[in-house]
């Protein structure tokens, strides 16, 4: 998400807002991802593969909501935090030592989940 948030309409306090339609979502646990930083999260569970597989085969130009999860392994919506981060897949990498994929994030903009779709 490469806009310039001085274009994007200003919230009652002050901050930029906007909406953004529905994209693939990534549980992250042990690990917590901000605007700006880069980060390698271990693809370890079918629900992280699969939001990875969705962001590489849709029309979500390679963008992914990571929000810090409570448990290993979510299996619900509500097992993640509500404010999370709209990330960039920049590679995927594969570990020898496991055969496990790793995706490269690089953080982009603040997210808050208004809603979650299966």
């Given amino acids: ?3 310039d948030q001085s274009s994007l309409p200003a919230a009652a306090d002050g901050r ?9 979502v990534l549980g992250s646990m042990g690990s917590v991802l901000f605007p700006g930083m880069r980060c390698g ?3 370890a569970t079918s629900h ?3 939001a990875v597989r969705a962001v590489l085969e849709g029309a979500s130009r390679g963008r992914i909501a990571v929000f810090a999860a ?3 392994d979510p299996q619900s919506p509500d097992e993640l935090y509500s404010v999370g981060t709209i990330a ?3 590679s995927l ?7 496990r994929w790793v995706a490269n994030l690089r953080g982009a903009a603040r997210v808050r989940s ?3 779709l299966r």
């Fill in 1 to 3: 998400m490469d806009d």
């Fill in 48 to 50: 992280a593969m699969a």
């Fill in 88 to 90: 960039q897949i920049f």
């Fill in 16 to 24: 930029a807002e906007c909406t953004v339609g529905p994209i693939p």
């Fill in 114 to 116: 208004l809603d979650q």
């Fill in 70 to 72: 409570r448990n290993c």
């Fill in 41 to 43: 999260i271990l693809l």
């Fill in 93 to 99: 990498t594969k570990c020898r030592c496991c055969g």
